[in-house]
């Protein structure tokens, strides 16, 4: 060891030697065994009180604090950097370093004091600026400290994760937008800015826990850097909205971008959870009329590129309006107006309140120009149109499969080891999820303003997206194909409501009822009754647990139905209309309520049988009500298919109640019966009766008809034109299966023959007995024959079914959807 | 009645609920029935009948399903194998022996019996023509019918799976007659629902063993996509 240089004073000799003992001592397993022998060497000369330098003191206390650093000594670390400041003090990384280790020993002021030496040494040190700025952070200082990130900022900190440190500081302090513009500082190097962009990111992810769903990005598609960067300032936007809206502790009722909760939260709870809240004490009650302006100047300002977020503006601007329309009743689920509504507010002022809502619809009126509720009702409208034109600006499918660890969902495929399944089922998923409370609170606005309408409306886009958001997983087709096809299931699922239109379509003799299923933490149905003269809505609350409904399907559907028929409290949350019964019922499910022949229920049964109703149809949406009548005239040109590999259709005795029935038939049996003959032949018939096996293809969300060779999905039915009308004598023509967590379920080959320009397509909603294949052929015909028209025969041939069987799975299998007038 | 020495699992009372399960699903325009088939993996015996030396020893397997709309289908056969020793493998090949190919229905039952061949002795399907007239061979045929044509009934189905065990019954005192004694005989009955239709080795290892002769048996679902 080199002994060389300026002589120690007595006063440090003896100092030193204590630390140097006490180091010894503690690090004795840290040292190398010349590092060992030079330190019991130099202890010996100072002992001694030979000669001993600064510099060969400064050596071992260097070495040491830097394997007490390493050790979690910070106290004797910190001791060993303030001797070696002493004998070095011109070095701004010692004293950098001495900083770190009274900072780790929560020595703060002597922190605070080294950082300020080695800052006054090295006044570019960004280390040393991020870290002070860190403790004066906690201590509160935060100008200080946001002015010390900046300085560490502008001299490109390369600490890792500094990006993300000082973002997640600086959004309690000042907000999301604030943050935004780091990532626009020209004093900035170019790297930094990128980093701050990427950690914004991901802080607002991070802020969608607890009920910030709205804050997810679209899923599933690759964006170009500009796209992030366009998107990033809306979702700042409506990151600074979420903090703007204070929580009171209690009990909570959150959605994060997966589930539902509800939790008892205490004030610590909040705190931890809304770390993005001021750190001062929890904000002030919102602003919201300012926060209106600010979604309306973003919207106003925002670029195409950005086109993934513009819903969740729209949708945040709606239900900040809603809180308006709500008045004080329960405000969950929607996170945005928590505590926008009286009683919930932390001042608990109500006079506040007042003001405040009268600030804002004086603010909706002057700059919208119109009420309260059509504000509300528009933004959720273009809300969901921006989601329509999102999704259908996918390109193709993605035909990617993911890996999974540990899930057990039933579209699983077991290869080896490797559980996989399809990307597109996780996108499907993940779209519907991301956007079921638009429809579900622009369906509250509509219950709050009274506009039976919107309900409609509302429920019409939601079905649409539904339905496009199955086609993800049509990834057998080429993307031209796909595009247009979900082009043609978006035509289906028209969401143009016209009530009066309607209304004067339903006439004297037909109601419309508009089903609607939600599930937060309980199920509730809901149902709207339209006639020619009013609409009435209801809705009911189903046990999740023991409702007779929801027992009945999770049970395992329609093989589990009672044998003697539907019971009546499965009807009951259905909210059918009640006297004076129609002679026409017009169906529009929604969800898991698609699986449920309503024509099955006991209230149904009793009207056909008194003979006041005759007619029960299913609609896709409620914009259908109004489409082409059924046709004029009878089937001149008709198309019977048959197809069994087993023998166990009895298609032959299919083909013969057909023939009985008339007209010019032509017959495409057994291996003749392939798919491509099916297209050909489809164009140039009226109507084409289906005796073959269907099933559903739960990989695919399409149902499908089991031919010669190959299967007939609904992307062939939508390739070209269809006869008038439709009978699939075979399984599950209509495809109501769900697909995992959704919420509506499969396209059907019924909504594919809907959309390619069918009027009536009739087809079985489970299993199809044979039994009741054959005499469902027999009786249906005959009816026809004697001038009932589709929707009739059907009704009336599962009445005489009846008399041979209570029990619905054989006589309830077929359900008739379409056109309804003749 | 014949007695079986060893019965295997599916012999046995289906519920009501099981039977309402398989008659609602017995017969649906749902994907087409699956194709089966039934192999013996191998057969062992260990007492051939004789005190001394070889003997030819016959296998007769009876495979009785509900078939297709025209009524109860039978697939009867017999195999010979001449000069068996006690302790020989039967020489069935590497692929297995053939035992039953088709698409069953509504129930699927299999009789299986080892005996001492007696020359003359008609084979399996000669005898079945004999039994094809007896009371539970006509019931059967008119129960399967009924199934195939009419509204499925639970009670009918149950009827017809009883049914079966009958005609296996009637088959085996039909060829103890003619053969005199039986090395080992075997049964079991599946359903589609409650099941699978067997599909899979039986036993999941090892070799069953009933009286003198220990085999092992699969039952094979074709993919025909």
């Known amino acids: 060891m080199n002994h060389s240089g300026s002589q120690l004073t007595s006063s440090q000799r003896r100092r030193f030697l204590l630390l140097l003992d006490l180091a010894a001592t503690k690090l004795r397993d840290a040292l190398s065994q010349t590092e060992s022998s030079d330190l019991a060497e130099l202890r010996r000369r100072l002992r001694a009180r030979k000669k001993g330098t600064d510099a060969a003191v400064a050596i071992s206390l260097w070495l040491l604090s830097a394997r007490a650093a390493e050790r979690g000594h910070s106290d004797l670390a910190a001791h060993l950097y303030q001797g070696l400041v002493e004998v070095v003090p011109g070095e701004a990384d010692f004293w950098y370093n001495l900083g770190n280790q009274w900072a780790r020993s929560g020595e703060k002021d002597r922190a605070l004091r080294a950082y300020d030496e080695a800052l006054r040494l090295n006044p570019t040190f960004a280390w040393a600026l991020f870290n002070r700025g860190c403790l004066l952070y906690d201590r509160k200082a935060y100008e200080a400290a946001v002015s010390d990130f900046l300085d560490a900022a502008r001299h490109g900190c390369d600490l890792e994760q500094f990006a993300y440190s000082v973002v997640r500081r600086l959004v309690p302090l000042r907000g999301f937008v604030t943050a935004l513009d780091m990532v626009s500082d020209p004093s900035l190097p170019e790297r930094m800015r990128g980093q701050f962009a990427r950690a914004l990111g991901e802080v607002i992810d991070e802020a969608r826990a607890l009920d910030g769903w709205f804050l997810s990005r679209w899923p599933g598609t690759a964006r170009a850097d500009h796209d992030h960067a366009a998107t990033l300032v809306l979702r700042a936007v409506l990151a600074d909205v979420l903090r703007d809206s204070p929580r009171a502790p209690g009990l909570f009722f959150g959605r994060d971008h997966e589930r539902y909760d509800v939790r008892e939260l205490d004030e610590s709870d909040l705190r931890e959870s809304l770390w993005y809240f001021p750190p001062e004490g929890p904000p002030a009650p919102p602003d919201r009329t300012e926060q209106l302006a600010t979604l309306r100047e973003t919207l106003a300002t925002s670029t195409l590129t950005a086109s993934e977020t513009t819903w969740a503006l729209h949708y945040a601007s709606g239900a900040i309006a809603l809180s308006l329309l709500m008045d004080g009743a329960n405000d969950w689920p929607t996170p945005v107006l928590r505590l926008a509504v009286p009683g919930r507010t932390v001042d608990g002022g109500r006079r506040a309140d007042e003001e405040a809502r009268a600030g804002l619809e004086e603010w909706i009126s002057s700059n919208d120009g119109t009420s309260v509720a059509d504000f509300t009702l528009g933004h959720f409208r273009s809300a969901s149109d921006a989601l329509t034109t999102l999704i259908l600006s996918h390109r193709e499918p993605d035909r990617d499969v993911i890996m999974l660890m540990g899930d057990d969902g039933p579209l699983l495929t077991d290869q080896g080891d490797v559980v996989t399944r399809p990307a597109s089922l996780h996108l499907a998923q993940a779209l519907w999820w991301h956007v079921e409370p638009v429809y579900r609170e622009w369906v509250l606005a509509a219950a709050y303003t009274g506009r039976a309408e919107e309900r409609l409306a509302a429920l019409c886009h939601a079905r649409r997206f539904n339905a496009l958001a199955a086609t993800e997983l049509w990834s057998p087709l080429a993307p031209e194909r796909w595009r247009r096809y979900r082009a043609q299931i978006a035509a289906l699922h028209d969401a143009h409501i016209c009530l009066a239109d309607i209304q004067a379509a339903l006439g004297e003799e037909a109601a419309l009822v508009d089903q609607y299923t939600y599930e937060v933490f309980g199920e509730s149905i809901s149902g709207l009754t339209l006639t020619s003269r009013d609409s009435v809505v209801k809705t009911h609350e189903v046990n999740v647990i023991g409702g007779e409904l929801r027992a009945l399907f999770d049970a395992g559907m329609a093989s589990l139905f009672p044998a003697a028929g539907l019971p009546p409290a499965v009807g009951q949350p259905l909210l059918l209309p009640s006297e004076p019964i129609p002679k026409t019922l017009l169906i529009v499910p929604y969800g898991y309520l698609r699986k449920i022949p309503v024509h099955g229920l006991p209230l149904v049964l009793q009207a056909v049988d008194d003979g006041t109703l005759e007619r029960i149809v299913y609609l896709p949406t409620a914009s259908f009500a109004g489409r082409p009548r059924l046709p004029a005239t009878r089937p001149r040109r008709i198309l019977f298919i048959g197809h069994d590999p087993a023998g166990d259709i009895d298609y032959a005795h299919d083909l013969a109640a057909l023939r009985a029935y008339g007209g010019d038939v032509t017959a495409v049996l057994g291996q003749e019966a392939t798919c491509s003959r099916v297209q050909a032949e489809l164009p140039h018939h009226d109507l084409v009766h289906f005796a073959c096996h269907g099933d559903m293809d739960a990989h695919l969300a399409a149902g499908y008809l089991s031919l010669a060779g190959g299967r007939l999905y609904p992307w062939d039915v939508l390739e070209g034109a269809v006869p008038e009308t439709v009978v699939m004598n075979s399984c599950l023509g209509i495809s109501t299966e769900r697909f995992e967590a959704t919420s509506d379920g499969a396209v059907g080959l019924h909504d594919a023959f809907l959309a390619a320009g069918a009027r009536s397509v009739i087809g079985s909603m489970w299993a199809l007995p044979e039994w009741t294949g054959r005499a469902f052929a027999d009786i249906f015909y005959r009816r026809l024959a004697a001038g009932e028209d589709s929707p009739q025969a059907v009704t009336s041939t599962q009445r005489e079914l009846r008399s041979f069987t209570k029990d619905p799975f054989y006589w309830a299998a077929h359900a008739c959807f379409g056109a309804w007038r003749s | ?225």
Do not use: C
Not at chain 2, 85 to 95: C, V
Not at chain 2, 103 to 126: E, Q, T
Not at chain 2, 170 to 196: C, H, N
């Open chain 2, 1 to 225: 009645m014949a007695e079986w020495m060893i019965d295997g699992p599916g012999i046995a009372l289906p519920s009501d609920a099981v039977l309402l399960d398989e008659a609602r699903h017995g017969a649906v325009r749902r994907t087409p029935r699956p194709r089966l088939a039934i192999r013996l993996l191998e057969m062992v015996v260990h007492e051939n009948g004789r005190w001394f030396g070889e003997s030819h020893v016959r296998l007769d397997v009876l495979v009785v399903h509900g078939g297709s709309a025209s009524g109860t289908e039978y697939a009867p056969q017999t195999f010979a194998f001449p000069r068996v020793a006690d302790g020989d493998r039967l020489p069935i090949g590497q692929g297995g022996l053939l035992l039953f190919h088709g698409r069953p229905k509504w129930f699927l039952s299999m009789f299986v019996a080892l005996s001492r061949d007696v020359p003359g002795a008609p084979g399996l399907p000669a005898l079945l023509n004999d039994i094809a007239a007896s009371d539970p061979a006509v019931e059967l045929q008119a129960q399967a019918l009924s199934l195939a044509t009419g509204l499925p009934d639970p009670d009918i189905l149950g009827l017809a799976v009883q049914g079966t065990w009958a005609v296996g019954g009637a088959a085996l005192a039909r060829l103890t007659m003619e053969t005199r004694s039986t090395i080992g005989v075997y049964r079991d009955s599946w359903l589609r629902g409650r099941d699978s239709w067997g599909v899979g080795r039986h036993p999941h290892e090892g070799l069953l063993r009933a009286k003198d002769v220990s085999f092992a048996f699969e039952i094979i679902e074709e993919n025909e996509e």
